[in-house]
């Protein structure tokens, strides 16, 4: 037996697409087969079917509705598919022969188009990472909005360099060389973020990818600022290729390219991200309770995937930030105009992803008059944006283009209610063509005739409940009941028999359903012809609407930095180049949004001749929670907002650094103490004296003696060799002496106070150290047994007294060291020289185990004071 037709079609189709679900379009589904269909059906909770195939077994089956596929798509990515999507190339009616198929476009993780199956407010990056020795190329594309960005890194030798440029954009799919992926050892950690990483790297000669790139741009590369950039190169022409290869349509929409250097924006990595909350909380993983959450009062999608980025790269240019206060400034002050701007916004859909849509050709009629509506309330933004003076809005305001011509095209062409399926009509407006006109015309009075003429049957014949109808299978039809059928006309012809009825035609029937079908069927080929010359016309303003998007998008992230500001009492701050960060009345912006308790707010002023505060307190007395406000201030000073407090003024920081409490276990089979050794080496590698550092309990993951050291340590290289704003919490009291030991180093603790065995937190930071932790009046804070408390509080005494009589016995044998110097001197040397004039080459093995044992004994003597 042999395959049917269509199955060996199928099969040649699947060969080039091993890798993928195919979605195989038979009529108005779409088809899977063998192990696709049996994994769709599990993974889509559809029924598994079987197929004829020509063998003598079925094929395993499973299909979905061809207009509910985007639904399916994305069901099947989220769980780490890819799928090819095989359409039919040409109309089954008027094909000869088998209908001709072929793959369209591919979806996975990081090109998947449909606006529907993502969060509005964020980005979907795919990220392309060229590799060759140390030195990176990386790209991060949004193919539903067309933003671009493209970095180059050298001489690199430090993996998590890397892994933090790349995670800052929280990519859901990497393609990389394979030089990247040797060397790696981030791919575990990227999966477990959910990111799909997969090998690619095109085969092209250099000339070949300079022109792809120049083709893509319509610009030459040095027009581009890529001639000199060799790893971006290769990074954007293995992404370009990758697109293609899934996309297979002209990437149009990708039509600018934000080429950005190591050092163009605050540096912030991901234990940073995470550890301060700036865009989700560590303990849901929502927007809600992180910075984000809180500074979020866009309206726009486009707005709030803006906002995001912003916080994510804070600005490094004093003009640049000055001028995006500036803008805040005005309309803080101007409740009106910003009133005004919101209810604007509020009316404004997705223009970056609806012009993408256009793109991709999967807009369909309702998009339009989405976008119409969108335009519709451009003249009145720009006319707000006339009133304002500083140098930002002012700049929007000349360059803001109200799109007026695409408007005028929509609104003569698109009907205002249209349909959504183009195969449905009801597209074009009245008066936008003749021809659509007269068809609409001839369709509409086609039903009048049928209604006219169902009107005359029933007179002729007497039968009062005679009919005409209409279905796809048989046009149209006049229905008589079974009781009537005596009284039916010899010059009705039967068309269908029905178990209570009998259905026929006419002559007359048959000519009125030709002109209506014709008449149809013809306004719905050129509504559908018309309709793709509309959004071929708007496709060749697609730059001018993505420029137009981005302004609105920075409009409403002004307008939501002055609407917080007003609701949470913000200040705007000052900034400048210098290297003192003073904070007055400071405050978490976050916690004081949820926090039931008045926040107490504190002040900082730190700077070269104060780099370095040791901050001592106890548990829950708010030692992070201030160290984190000041990281959190500083940043949303340079992103251009206002901040919490009641006067700030910020040197502009290069680098944000901070290790606070424990990390997850980043690195597969580290322990938690080896992750924060890591992450301070990071940190100690990484920042430079423009850089702020936040260290949370440095060391508190091994002895004690040995974290005290570390602590010791780290504290004292950051004094002499970075010399950055630094802020230390520490548990470990010894650490305040170094106050006295190294210039600059401030000591700061958490106010307490003491009411017999409890203790009040009073939030407030002062001058000087703590004395104590006050570790169990906590515990008792936190609810431990009585008993439990009380037993510790035994045990502490007895632990202090023991500390006492070991640091008496410590100091005797110091003292006793000193007149025994000489001997153990004497010793020490006849021992160094019995081991240099030992002849190990003619010793025996006995006699140098002997002599081995012999040293042992006397070391010990030595370590003891028997010698």
Same mark, same amino acid.
């Given at each position: 037996?042999?395959?049917?037709?269509?199955?060996?079609?199928?099969?040649?189709?699947?060969?080039?697409?091993?890798?993928?679900?195919?979605?195989?379009?038979?009529?108005?589904?779409?088809?899977?087969?063998?192990?696709?269909?049996?994994? /769709?059906?599990?993974?889509?909770?559809?029924?598994?079917?079987?197929?004829?195939?020509?063998?003598?077994?079925?094929?395993?089956?499973?299909?979905?509705?061809?207009?509910?596929?985007?639904?399916?798509?994305?069901?099947?990515?989220?769980?780490?598919?890819?799928?090819?999507?095989?359409?039919?190339?040409?109309?089954?009616?008027?094909?000869?022969?088998?209908?001709?198929?072929?793959?369209?476009?591919?979806?996975?993780?990081?090109?998947?188009?449909?606006?529907?199956?993502?969060?509005?407010?964020?980005?979907?990056?795919?990220?392309?990472?060229?590799?060759?020795?140390?030195?990176?190329?990386?790209?991060?594309?949004?193919?539903?909005?067309?933003?671009?960005?493209?970095?180059?890194?050298?001489?690199?030798?430090?993996?998590?360099?890397?892994?933090?440029?790349?995670?800052?954009?929280?990519?859901?799919?990497?393609? !990389?060389?394979?030089?990247?992926?040797?060397?790696?050892?981030?791919?575990?950690?990227?999966?477990?973020?959910?990111?799909?990483?997969?090998?690619?790297?095109?085969?092209?000669?250099?000339?070949?990818?300079?022109?792809?790139?120049?083709?893509? @741009?319509?610009?030459?590369?040095?027009?581009?600022?890529?001639?000199?950039?060799?790893?971006?190169?290769?990074?954007?022409?293995?992404?370009?290729?990758?697109?293609?290869?899934?996309?297979?349509?002209?990437?149009?929409?990708?039509?600018?390219?934000?080429?950005?250097?190591?050092? *163009?924006?605050?540096?912030?990595?991901?234990?940073?991200?995470?550890?301060?909350?700036?865009?989700?909380?560590? $303990?849901? #993983?929502?927007? #809600?309770?992180?910075?984000?959450?809180?500074?979020?009062?866009?309206?726009?999608?486009?707005?709030?995937?803006?906002?995001?980025?912003?916080?994510?790269?804070?600005?490094?240019?004093?003009?640049?930030?000055?001028? $995006?206060?500036?803008?805040?400034?005005?309309?803080?002050?101007?409740?009106?105009?910003?009133?005004?701007?919101?209810?604007?916004?509020?009316?404004?859909?997705?223009?970056?992803?609806?012009? *993408?849509?256009?793109?991709?050709?999967?807009?369909?009629?309702?998009?339009?008059?989405?976008?119409?509506?969108?335009?519709?309330?451009?003249?009145?933004?720009?006319?707000?944006?006339?009133?304002?003076?500083?140098?930002?809005? $002012?700049?929007?305001?000349?360059?803001?283009?109200?799109?007026?011509?695409?408007?005028?095209?929509?609104?003569?062409?698109?009907?205002?209610?249209?349909?959504?399926? +183009?195969?449905?009509?009801?597209?074009?407006?009245?008066?936008?063509?003749?021809?659509?006109?007269?068809?609409?015309?001839?369709?509409?009075?086609?039903?009048?005739?049928?209604?006219?003429?169902?009107?005359?049957?029933?007179?002729?014949?007497?039968?009062?409940?005679?009919?005409?109808?209409?279905?796809?299978?048989?046009?149209?039809?006049?229905?008589?009941?079974?009781?009537?059928?005596?009284?039916?006309?010899?010059?009705?012809?039967?068309?269908?028999?029905?178990?209570?009825?009998?259905?026929?035609?006419?002559?007359?029937?048959?000519?009125?359903?030709?002109?209506?079908?014709?008449?149809?069927?013809?306004?719905?080929?050129?509504?559908?012809?018309?309709?793709?010359?509309?959004?071929?016309?708007?496709?060749?303003?697609?730059?001018?609407?993505?420029?137009?998007?981005?302004?609105? !998008?920075?409009?409403?992230?002004?307008?939501? @930095? &002055?609407?917080? /500001?007003?609701?949470?009492?913000?200040?705007? =701050?000052?900034?400048?180049?210098?290297?003192?960060?003073?904070?007055?009345?400071?405050?978490?912006?976050?916690?004081?949004?949820?926090?039931?308790?008045?926040?107490?707010?504190?002040?900082?002023?730190?700077?070269?001749?104060?780099?370095?505060?040791?901050?001592?307190?106890?548990?829950?007395?708010?030692?992070?929670?201030?160290?984190?406000?000041? !990281?959190?201030?500083?940043?949303?000073?340079?992103?251009?907002? @206002?901040? =919490?407090?009641?006067?700030?003024?910020?040197?502009?920081?290069?680098?944000?650094?901070?290790?606070?409490?424990?990390?997850?276990?980043?690195? &597969?089979?580290?322990?938690?103490?080896?992750?924060?050794?890591?992450?301070?080496?990071?940190?100690?590698?990484? !920042?430079?004296?423009?850089?702020?550092?936040?260290?949370?309990?440095?060391?508190?993951?091994?002895?004690?003696?040995?974290?005290?050291?570390?602590?010791?340590?780290?504290?004292?290289?950051?004094?002499?060799?970075?010399?950055? #704003?630094? +802020?230390?919490?520490?548990?470990?009291?010894?650490?305040?002496?170094?106050?006295?030991?190294?210039?600059?180093?401030?000591?700061?603790?958490?106010?307490?106070?003491?009411?017999?065995?409890?203790?009040?937190?009073?939030?407030?930071?002062? =001058?000087?150290?703590?004395?104590? *932790?006050?570790?169990?009046?906590?515990?008792?804070?936190?609810?431990?047994?009585?008993?439990?408390?009380?037993?510790?509080?035994?045990?502490?005494?007895?632990?202090?007294?023991?500390?006492?009589?070991?640091?008496?016995?410590?100091? &005797?044998?110091?003292?006793?060291?000193?007149?025994?110097?000489?001997?153990?001197?004497?010793?020490?040397?006849?021992?160094?020289?019995?081991?240099?004039?030992?002849?190990?080459?003619?010793?025996?093995?006995?006699?140098?185990?002997?002599? +081995?044992?012999?040293?042992?004994?006397?070391?010990?003597?030595?370590?003891?004071?028997?010698?």
């Amino acid at each position: 037996m042999a395959l049917t037709p269509m199955m060996e079609q199928y099969l040649k189709i699947k060969e080039n697409y091993k890798d993928a679900i195919l979605f195989f379009r038979l009529g108005d589904f779409y088809e899977m087969f063998y192990e696709d269909a049996e994994i /769709a059906a599990k993974e889509l909770e559809i029924a598994l079917t079987g197929k004829d195939c020509g063998l003598e077994e079925r094929a395993p089956m499973a299909g979905v509705p061809y207009h509910a596929a985007d639904f399916y798509i994305d069901k099947l990515i989220k769980k780490g598919y890819k799928v090819a999507i095989c359409e039919q190339l040409e109309d089954p009616a008027k094909a000869k022969g088998l209908v001709k198929r072929d793959v369209v476009r591919i979806y996975t993780p990081g090109t998947i188009i449909n606006p529907e199956s993502m969060d509005e407010k964020s980005n979907n990056y795919l990220i392309s990472v060229f590799k060759e020795k140390d030195n990176y190329g990386i790209c991060a594309v949004d193919v539903t909005t067309g933003d671009l960005y493209a970095t180059e890194i050298k001489n690199c030798k430090e993996p998590k360099r890397i892994y933090d440029e790349i995670m800052k954009y929280a990519p859901s799919e990497i393609i !990389a060389n394979e030089e990247f992926f040797k060397s790696n050892k981030y791919i575990k950690v990227f999966k477990n973020n959910n990111c799909a990483v997969n090998r690619y790297e095109k085969q092209l000669k250099d000339e070949e990818k300079i022109e792809l790139i120049e083709f893509q @741009f319509d610009k030459k590369s040095e027009e581009l600022g890529v001639k000199d950039k060799p790893y971006v190169i290769n990074s954007l022409a293995s992404l370009f290729c990758y697109l293609q290869d899934l996309q297979k349509t002209a990437l149009k929409h990708i039509n600018r390219l934000l080429l950005y250097e190591d050092n *163009s924006y605050m540096a912030i990595d991901s234990n940073s991200i995470r550890n301060l909350e700036i865009v989700e909380s560590n $303990r849901n #993983k929502s927007k #809600k309770g992180s910075l984000l959450g809180v500074l979020d009062k866009t309206v726009t999608p486009m707005g709030g995937r803006l906002l995001r980025k912003w916080l994510e790269e804070p600005l490094l240019n004093k003009d640049q930030i000055d001028a $995006r206060l500036d803008a805040v400034e005005e309309l803080f002050k101007d409740y009106k105009s910003r009133k005004e701007l919101k209810q604007v916004l509020n009316k404004i859909y997705d223009l970056e992803r609806l012009a *993408s849509k256009i793109v991709y050709q999967s807009i369909n009629p309702k998009d339009f008059i989405s976008i119409k509506l969108s335009l519709e309330n451009l003249p009145h933004m720009k006319e707000i944006l006339k009133r304002f003076n500083s140098k930002l809005l $002012r700049k929007i305001h000349e360059k803001f283009d109200v799109l007026a011509d695409i408007y005028d095209l929509i609104d003569k062409s698109i009907k205002d209610d249209p349909s959504t399926q +183009l195969k449905e009509g009801n597209i074009i407006k009245d008066g936008y063509n003749e021809t659509v006109d007269k068809l609409r015309k001839a369709s509409i009075e086609g039903k009048n005739w049928i209604a006219n003429l169902e009107a005359e049957e029933r007179e002729k014949t007497g039968i009062k409940n005679l009919r005409i109808g209409y279905n796809k299978v048989f046009g149209y039809y006049i229905e008589v009941t079974k009781s009537n059928i005596p009284q039916v006309p010899d010059r009705y012809m039967r068309k269908q028999t029905l178990a209570n009825a009998e259905r026929y035609v006419t002559p007359e029937l048959k000519e009125i359903e030709e002109n209506i079908l014709g008449a149809e069927e013809k306004l719905i080929e050129l509504e559908n012809q018309l309709f793709n010359e509309i959004r071929e016309k708007v496709e060749l303003q697609i730059i001018r609407i993505q420029n137009t998007a981005k302004y609105i !998008a920075m409009i409403d992230v002004l307008v939501s @930095f &002055a609407e917080v /500001a007003e609701t949470n009492r913000y200040v705007k =701050p000052m900034v400048d180049y210098d290297d003192r960060i003073v904070i007055k009345e400071g405050r978490h912006p976050v916690i004081e949004t949820i926090s039931e308790e008045s926040f107490v707010a504190n002040d900082i002023d730190i700077g070269p001749d104060n780099p370095i505060m040791i901050i001592t307190g106890p548990n829950m007395a708010g030692k992070s929670t201030y160290m984190r406000q000041i !990281a959190l201030i500083v940043l949303m000073a340079q992103v251009g907002s @206002f901040v =919490p407090a009641s006067y700030a003024k910020i040197g502009i920081v290069d680098k944000i650094f901070t290790r606070v409490g424990a990390s997850d276990d980043l690195f &597969a089979g580290q322990s938690t103490f080896m992750v924060e050794m890591s992450e301070v080496a990071n940190i100690l590698k990484s !920042a430079t004296s423009k850089s702020l550092i936040i260290l949370d309990e440095v060391g508190r993951g091994t002895s004690t003696y040995d974290g005290m050291s570390i602590a010791h340590a780290v504290i004292e290289y950051i004094h002499e060799n970075i010399k950055a #704003k630094t +802020l230390f919490a520490t548990h470990y009291h010894e650490l305040t002496k170094l106050e006295n030991k190294m210039k600059g180093v401030k000591n700061y603790n958490v106010s307490v106070e003491e009411r017999e065995d409890d203790i009040i937190f009073l939030r407030k930071i002062v =001058p000087g150290g703590a004395d104590k *932790s006050y570790g169990i009046q906590v515990s008792k804070l936190a609810g431990l047994p009585y008993s439990v408390v009380e037993r510790a509080k035994e045990i502490l005494n007895s632990l202090e007294n023991d500390k006492l009589s070991k640091n008496e016995f410590e100091k &005797a044998a110091h003292e006793l060291a000193f007149t025994q110097i000489d001997i153990f001197s004497t010793a020490k040397d006849a021992l160094i020289e019995s081991i240099a004039n030992c002849d190990v080459d003619n010793m025996t093995p006995l006699k140098a185990l002997n002599y +081995l044992y012999e040293l042992k004994e006397k070391a010990m003597s030595l370590r003891s004071g028997a010698l």
